[in-house]
């Protein structure tokens, strides 16, 4: 092949060379490596931002940034006196729905009483009932024989039914008093269940109170602080800036990221060694062994094409200078050793 230049045709040499490998397959094989460098940073094992869950002015702030605060610790305290006067109010609901318990159990007593005050004059009215039949009796017979006259019958006979009509209301005054035994035993029931309610809500609005005291979820280092007294805070302000952060740092996380090609390579239980970081003492894990890969990720990310590696790393406390070994946020270099 020529092409013109100079008014001459000067030769091109093209070399091209084709391998045919008919039905095999070829593999290439990345290079063997023994260890592989990485950036390594260092992150606090748990972090939280801790924000108001009641609306309230900030009262008090008890502690501030570099603190050391237990779990449980109180951090910062609101003030919100209408949940304090809640918690008032359902006190007295309590209060009052025992006494009204108590009053129904007395309704109870006194319901059973005339309950059996009714049954005692019907037991009264039955025997004086069995008099009167047997007077009747008595004096039908006399009448038959001549003995007395009639009109002794008829008044028997109307003692009688004197007796009928009183035991007819003695038998509505049982019915009647065993209703209202009923009926009191079912605002006893009502005032149970009322007593139930009012310590159901007590118990809610003395939670809700409690949340005016904002606590450390666990053990750690105060590490920000946006708030000041007299600040009105609300749970409104999700998406604001926290009142307070709250980092665990006895033990670090140091997050690694591993090139998709180098991945595969490393595993849990892979020896690390640091260097770049200005700290007295050698890194340690948290049970006092060398540095190992602690967990992996297991999948690439989809923008970066890199694999989350993470070791544990023990964080010493100096009680002297109170300061610690690593500083959140640290940054140096990793070897892994990957083995072959």
């Given at each position: 092949m020529s092409s013109p230049m100079n008014g001459r045709f000067t030769p091109y040499v093209i070399l091209a060379a084709t391998v045919l490998l008919a039905g095999s397959t070829v593999q290439v094989a990345a290079q063997d490596k023994s260890e592989i460098s990485l950036p390594i940073t260092l992150q606090a094992d748990q972090r939280t931002e801790l924000r108001a869950r009641v609306e309230g002015y900030v009262e008090t702030i008890h502690v501030d940034i570099g603190d050391r605060v237990i779990e449980g610790q109180v951090l910062v305290t609101l003030d919100a006196p209408e949940l304090e006067a809640d918690v008032r109010r359902r006190q007295q609901m309590v209060?009052?729905?025992?006494?009204?318990?108590?009053?129904?159990?007395?309704?109870?007593?006194?319901?059973?009483?005339?309950?059996?005050?009714?049954?005692?004059?019907?037991?009264?009215?039955?025997?004086?009932?069995?008099?009167r039949v047997t007077e009747r009796e008595r004096y039908s017979r006399l009448v038959g024989g001549g003995a007395v006259q009639g009109s002794k019958l008829e008044e028997a006979e109307f003692a009688v039914m004197a007796v009928d009509a009183a035991v007819a209301k003695i038998e509505a005054d049982v019915a009647a008093a065993k209703a209202n035994v009923s009926a009191a035993k079912n605002e006893v029931e009502f005032a149970a269940s009322?007593?139930?309610?009012?310590?159901?809500?007590?118990?809610?609005?003395?939670?809700?109170?409690?949340?005016?005291?904002?606590?450390?979820?666990?053990?750690?280092?105060?590490?920000?602080r946006t708030v000041d007294p007299g600040r009105l805070v609300s749970p409104g302000n999700m998406m604001g800036s926290p009142l307070m952060v709250i980092e665990k740092i006895d033990?670090?996380?140091?997050?690694?990221?591993?090139?998709?090609?180098?991945?595969?390579?490393?595993?849990?239980?892979?020896?690390?060694?640091?260097?770049?970081?200005?700290?007295?003492?050698?890194?340690?894990?948290?049970?006092?062994?060398?540095?190992?890969?602690?967990?992996?990720?297991?999948?690439?990310?989809?923008?970066?094409?890199?694999?989350?590696?993470?070791?544990?790393?023990?964080?010493?406390?100096?009680?002297?200078?109170?300061?610690?070994?690593?500083?959140?946020?640290q940054y140096g270099s990793a070897t892994v050793s990957v083995g072959k």
């Amino acid at each position: 092949m020529s092409s013109p230049m100079n008014g001459r045709f000067t030769p091109y040499v093209i070399l091209a060379a084709t391998v045919l490998l008919a039905g095999s397959t070829v593999q290439v094989a990345a290079q063997d490596k023994s260890e592989i460098s990485l950036p390594i940073t260092l992150q606090a094992d748990q972090r939280t931002e801790l924000r108001a869950r009641v609306e309230g002015y900030v009262e008090t702030i008890h502690v501030d940034i570099g603190d050391r605060v237990i779990e449980g610790q109180v951090l910062v305290t609101l003030d919100a006196p209408e949940l304090e006067a809640d918690v008032r109010r359902r006190q007295q609901m309590v209060k009052q729905a025992q006494a009204n318990l108590g009053v129904a159990r007395g309704a109870v007593a006194t319901a059973e009483a005339k309950l059996k005050q009714a049954e005692s004059a019907r037991q009264e009215q039955k025997a004086l009932k069995q008099l009167r039949v047997t007077e009747r009796e008595r004096y039908s017979r006399l009448v038959g024989g001549g003995a007395v006259q009639g009109s002794k019958l008829e008044e028997a006979e109307f003692a009688v039914m004197a007796v009928d009509a009183a035991v007819a209301k003695i038998e509505a005054d049982v019915a009647a008093a065993k209703a209202n035994v009923s009926a009191a035993k079912n605002e006893v029931e009502f005032a149970a269940s009322g007593i139930e309610v009012a310590e159901a809500e007590l118990t809610h609005a003395q939670t809700q109170d409690a949340l005016r005291e904002i606590r450390a979820p666990f053990a750690g280092l105060v590490t920000g602080r946006t708030v000041d007294p007299g600040r009105l805070v609300s749970p409104g302000n999700m998406m604001g800036s926290p009142l307070m952060v709250i980092e665990k740092i006895d033990v670090l996380r140091g997050v690694m990221t591993v090139p998709a090609e180098e991945a595969a390579l490393v595993g849990v239980g892979n020896t690390v060694q640091l260097s770049g970081f200005k700290v007295a003492g050698e890194p340690k894990s948290p049970d006092g062994g060398s540095l190992k890969v602690s967990r992996i990720s297991q999948s690439l990310d989809m923008k970066t094409r890199t694999m989350r590696v993470e070791i544990d790393l023990q964080n010493g406390y100096n009680e002297t200078d109170g300061r610690y070994q690593f500083l959140i946020g640290q940054y140096g270099s990793a070897t892994v050793s990957v083995g072959k």
